[in-house]
């Protein structure tokens, strides 16, 4: 079984026509794995679209927060790059574990709706965007990663990401159905759900893409230089800068006369 990561509807529906359309033919010389595709919810996507999401919906919130910790005259853009998304959410998540005893006690049972939305974004929003992949996933913990997608899902439903509300509904409904037939895929992802992960493949395609200019614009030149890359991967440029490898200059013949 080939699994492939469906990122948003309109890969879902490309893939969906791409299995249709193997399957209508008499592909006699095609594995029987290559014919199976299955459209699977890529992990790595959708924990960075949702860490979006709830950063950009609670924008004043974090602005407060950087400007707090790093300076008034600092100012957060807009639309952060990822690394400052990440940085920020974890700061208020590990504060939030800090003083959030002493929060509780203040307010108890409180129904003031400041208080209820910043105890959803801290307790619940926040939480469950930075877990649900690189805690629930890949610590191979299937069924509550499940439950993590199902609550991705109502935020997303909330914030109107009409996307990625589609995509992880049609997830949801697949295990429920493979669940409901007892599907033998379902043991597949119970021992190997972290092994389905797209991160190698989107690591590789950021390499490819910030090594390539618009002048690579052809399938043969994106190729070589895909494979170029590739090539050079595990070159260090410290080392191969301030410790280059020399060759020994004795012989094991010379050391024995």
Not at 68 to 80: E, I, Q, R, Y
Not at 107 to 114: A, E, Q, R
Not at 125 to 130: D, I, M
Not at 157 to 162: D, E, I, L, V
């Amino acid at each position: 079984m080939l699994f492939i990561p469906a990122d948003y509807p309109g890969q879902l529906c490309l893939r969906r026509a791409v299995v249709k359309k193997l399957n209508s033919i008499d592909n006699t010389n095609i594995p029987k794995e290559i014919l199976h595709i299955l459209s699977f919810l890529g992990p790595l996507h959708l924990s960075l679209n949702t860490r979006e999401s709830v950063f950009l919906t609670f924008w004043g919130f974090f602005d407060l927060m950087y400007r707090t910790v790093f300076g008034k005259k600092k100012k957060l853009a807009a639309k952060p790059k990822p690394w400052i998304v990440n940085l920020l959410l974890y700061l208020a998540h590990g504060g939030w574990q800090i003083v959030k005893c002493f929060v509780m006690r203040r307010f108890k049972n409180s129904k003031n709706t400041g208080y209820l939305i910043f105890l959803d974004l801290l307790d619940n929003l926040v939480p469950v965007t930075l877990d649900v992949y690189t805690t629930l996933f890949r610590g191979n913990h299937l069924d509550e990663y499940i439950s993590a997608v199902f609550r991705l899902w109502c935020i997303m439903k909330r914030f109107q990401r009409h996307n990625y509300d589609k995509i992880i509904l049609a997830f949801l409904s697949d295990i429920q159905y493979w669940k409901q037939i007892k599907h033998p895929i379902m043991d597949t992802l119970k021992n190997n759900l972290n092994k389905l992960d797209e991160y190698c493949v989107e690591n590789f395609h950021s390499l490819v893409r910030r090594h390539t200019n618009a002048k690579v614009n052809t399938a043969k030149s994106l190729r070589r230089d895909a494979l170029f890359i590739d090539h050079c991967k595990s070159e260090n440029n410290f080392m191969s800068s301030f410790a280059p490898k020399k060759d020994y200059p004795y012989k094991k013949k010379i050391l024995m006369d």
